[in-house]
């Protein structure tokens, strides 16, 4: 099940950078995407989520993208912190209470 | 800040043997979901409940598992007879009914089953 996509599986960024994060789909019945952040030996921790009929979504330091035509979204952070490294994972569903499809995930690690 | 809490943290098993899962999810949620991420794979998804049934469920979730909500606050999974590839983490999931594509998800279980 390729659905959802994280083609990076790690990304290293320096501290105050922007950290950019891809995710890719293939399902166009998907409504909703969402971003997660874990930790090991925890939950997946909500960050941001955004609904196909808007493009771009801000909270804080977190942005979220969406491109439609081209099945793709990201998620930016600015500026990167330490506390940020974790692994990031993007997920999506077609329905406001349905199932989440997962990516792989990408190891976020912010140098200080 | 209302989170979502799973009992046991660790549970080590046997083959054969039956296995219950126990997640209190936050209050006043409507939708509850189990995953699980098997080490080194994605987290998939295994079964939504809503309104004390199942809503959707996937191929994973086969006559060896069931869910049940007992008592209005707490949220089982149930593996009748465990499988040495059961053996993940397995994660409850929640959302309200406001924004309900938000799933809050507890910090997991982590079965290993021998």
């Known amino acids: 099940d390729q659905q959802v996509k994280q083609n990076s599986p790690s990304l290293s960024v320096q501290e105050g950078r922007i950290s950019i994060l891809n995710c890719d789909y293939t399902n166009s019945m998907f409504d909703y995407f969402l971003w997660y952040k874990k930790y090991p030996a925890e939950g997946p921790t909500f960050l941001i989520s955004?609904?196909?009929?808007?493009d771009k979504n801000e909270d804080g330091r977190f942005t979220v993208f969406l491109n439609k035509s081209a099945k793709h979204l990201s998620l930016h952070i600015v500026p990167s912190q330490p506390g940020d490294s974790a692994v990031y994972f993007c997920a999506a569903t077609p329905t406001s209470y349905g199932k989440l499809t997962f990516g792989q995930g990408t190891i976020l690690t912010v140098h200080p | 800040e209302p989170e979502v809490t799973q009992t046991p943290s660790h549970q080590v098993t046997q083959m054969g043997q039956e296995v219950i899962l126990r997640c209190v999810p936050i209050?006043?949620?409507?939708?509850f979901y189990w995953y699980r991420q098997i080490l080194g794979q994605k987290v998939e998804f295994l079964v939504s409940f809503y309104n004390n049934e199942i809503s959707e469920k996937s191929e994973i979730f086969d006559d060896q598992f069931s869910v049940e909500r007992p008592d209005g606050s707490n949220f089982t999974l149930k593996i009748r007879s465990t499988k040495l590839e059961d053996s993940a983490m397995y994660f409850c999931a929640c959302s309200s009914g406001r924004r309900k594509e938000t799933q809050y998800f507890g910090p997991g279980t982590r079965l290993l089953v021998l």
């Open positions: 209050s006043n949620h409507l939708y």
């Open positions: 955004i609904s196909s009929i808007k």
